[in-house]
Structures are given as C-alpha cells and as structure tokens.
C-alpha cells in the first residue's frame, strides 16, 4: 500500500503525526486528497474539514480554521491556524461564537468589522456542521 508521513501542526502543538494513505483538505480553489506523494505542493487552505485516512485503515475528521499543506521530502505538513479533532470540539462553545457572529453581523454599528464577523460565524459554522455529522455517523 501507499503510504506516507503526515503531520498536522496548531500554535497550540502537534495534533497529529502518523502514517496516512490520504488526507483530504479544503484548498483554497476546493477540496482535494492528496493521495500519494509524487509531487511536491503547497496550498493555502479556508475553513473546513480536515480528513485523514490512517494507513491503518481509520479515519480521522479535523475542523480547521486556514493556513497551508505542504507535500515536500515525501512528508505531508499541515500548519493550521487552528485545528481541532472532531471529538475535541465544544459545540456549545462554537453555538456561543455563531450567536456572537450574528449579532455582530445585524448591528448597525460602522465600528463592527463585518468580514472578522463573518469569519467567526463560518468556523463556528463549520465545527457545529462537522461534530453533527460525526455524532449521526458514530451513535
Ligand atoms: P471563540 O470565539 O469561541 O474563541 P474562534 O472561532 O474565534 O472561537 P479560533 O480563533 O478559531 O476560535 O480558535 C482559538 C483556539 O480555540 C484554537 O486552539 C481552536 O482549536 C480552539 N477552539 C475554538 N473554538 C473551539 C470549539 N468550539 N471547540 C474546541 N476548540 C475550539
């Protein structure tokens, strides 16, 4: 089987360092697998899920918030600006963010940076999306 290193990286720390036959990740122009690792690329990423496929067969969801993937040296890095297991996320905590966001986003007030708001409300968006979509698929 093909596999190869990959590596998830947070300011927090690593979150992931394993042997992977893919990892799926939301580029900036859309969601792509890298699947082998014949070339070497880097691509910024946006708001969105994070899926790993273990070489053990596993599969592994993250939510993650931008930042790049590089496959270089036969080894898949991923730096993150934030990044979280999908068992890790608070969906109360994201809830609190999204009604915070939509406020923000409703007031009238010219001081509220609007495309921070909207920011916000896509992670928050994004993490209650995905632990939904893994509490269906794991009950
Ligand atoms: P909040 O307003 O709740 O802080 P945010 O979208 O502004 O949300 P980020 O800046 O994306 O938060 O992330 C800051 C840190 O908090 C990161 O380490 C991220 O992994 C973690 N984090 C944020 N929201 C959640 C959540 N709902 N569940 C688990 N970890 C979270």
Same mark, same amino acid.
Request: aromatic share 8%; glycine share 10%; hydrophobic share 45%.
């Given at each position: 089987m093909n596999s190869f290193k990959a590596q998830i990286l947070t300011p927090e720390g690593s979150i992931f360092d394993d042997e992977v036959s893919g990892v799926k990740v939301p580029g900036e122009m859309g969601s792509f697998e890298v699947k082998t690792l014949h070339a070497n690329i880097i691509s910024s990423l946006? &708001?969105?899920?994070? !899926?790993?496929?273990? *070489?053990?067969?596993? #599969?592994?969801?993250?939510?993650?918030?931008?930042?790049?993937?590089?496959? &270089?040296?036969?080894? !898949?890095?991923?730096? *993150?600006?934030?990044? #979280?297991?999908?068992?890790e996320i608070d969906v109360e905590r994201a809830k609190e963010a999204k009604q915070r966001a939509k406020e923000r986003l409703d007031a009238e007030d010219p001081e509220i940076d609007k495309t921070r708001a909207r920011k916000a409300l896509e992670r928050a968006e994004d993490r209650i999306k995905l632990s939904a979509y893994f509490n269906l698929n794991n009950q």
């Open positions: 946006e &708001v969105g899920d994070i !899926l790993v496929r273990k *070489a053990t067969g596993e #599969e592994q969801y993250f939510a993650v918030t931008g930042g790049f993937v590089e496959v &270089v040296d036969s080894k !898949l890095t991923l730096l *993150a600006e934030a990044a #979280e297991p999908v068992d």
